[in-house]
């Protein structure tokens, strides 16, 4: 399979196999105006299978939904067919609207318009508490 490379845009690389259609909705890929490619399962020295985003454009990334999705992410900014930086993303310590609260009696429900926030409460486990009720997102 040759997907081609792109002059000017961005290379979400190093995905957990199977995140990359989750990523592709989380950052709503599908309403832009350019060229997507989602690459799944491509071979990996490291990980053994990854998912790869190619994006034709240079757009403005949540790096809070995909470290929330995926804290091995790696992004690469291309310009003039050229990588001029690299970055890794982090599980973020605070995320907003990103996670519903699933507690019935949780003021997010009553109150539509708050925002659901949710705070990173062990990183080893990946989990977040809600900040209103404390319920454990799992």
């Given amino acids: 399979m040759n997907i ?3 002059r000017n845009g961005i290379v979400i690389d190093h995905i957990q196999a199977k995140k990359g259609l989750e990523i592709y909705e989380a950052l709503k ?3 832009l105006d350019c060229s997507v490619a989602i690459i799944t399962n491509a071979k990996s020295r490291k990980m053994g299978k990854k998912d790869i985003i190619k994006i034709d454009r240079n757009i403005e990334l949540d790096l809070d939904i995909l470290g929330y999705i995926d804290s091995n ?17 982090e599980l973020p310590k605070q995320v907003v609207n990103i ?11 009553a109150e539509q318009e708050l925002k659901h926030i949710f705070i990173l409460t062990d990183k080893e486990k990946r989990s977040y508490r809600c900040k209103y009720c ?5």
């Fill in 29 to 31: 890929l599908g309403k």
């Fill in 73 to 89: 992410i790696t992004i690469n900014i291309i310009q003039d067919d050229q990588r001029v930086s690299k970055y890794h993303v």
């Fill in 134 to 138: 404390e319920t454990l997102n799992d």
């Fill in 4 to 6: 081609d490379s792109i």
């Fill in 99 to 109: 996670i519903k609260c699933k507690n019935p009696r949780c003021i997010t429900s």
